[in-house]
């Protein structure tokens, strides 16, 4: 597994699983509207940064979906992050541990449609809909 040279963690590269057929995903998954979303910036962020040890997946008693190190960017995917407290909390708590031992300018926690910037901890997080985000290039 490819691990970032400067700290010593579990990182992981980006899914062995990337479905380029959504309809397996519809098949196969439990929450399949996150899974679609993942699926989708998962694509994404393999056609923006490639292959090359680019985007990672980081998991140290905490999953955060994606992690781009040259962007210096951390990314949750959610169809609806606001659909409960556990639900936010996850979301927006497995970010702010993340900001705490690697460096991370920007937290995004992508969505449906939900749409606003969020002050955590003295954090600003993010909240994008996907849609908008895929036109950000």
Do not use: H
């Amino acid at each position: 597994s490819r691990i970032l040279p400067t700290i010593s963690l579990n990182v992981r590269p980006i899914p062995n699983t990337i479905l380029l057929d959504n309809g397996i995903i519809s098949i196969l998954a439990l929450d399949v509207d996150t899974s679609l979303l993942e699926n989708m910036v998962a694509m994404e962020l393999l056609r923006r940064y490639g292959l090359e040890e680019q985007v990672f997946f980081y998991n140290k008693n905490v999953e955060v979906d994606f992690y781009i190190p040259d962007a210096a960017t951390a990314i949750q995917v959610s169809y609806n992050p606001k659909k409960s407290v556990e639900t936010w909390e996850r979301e927006s708590t497995a970010l702010i541990k993340l900001s705490k031992v690697l460096d991370c300018k920007r937290l995004i926690i992508l969505t449906y449609e939900l749409e606003e910037n969020i002050e955590l901890k003295g954090l600003n997080i993010e909240v994008i809909p996907v849609w908008k985000w895929l036109l950000d290039t």
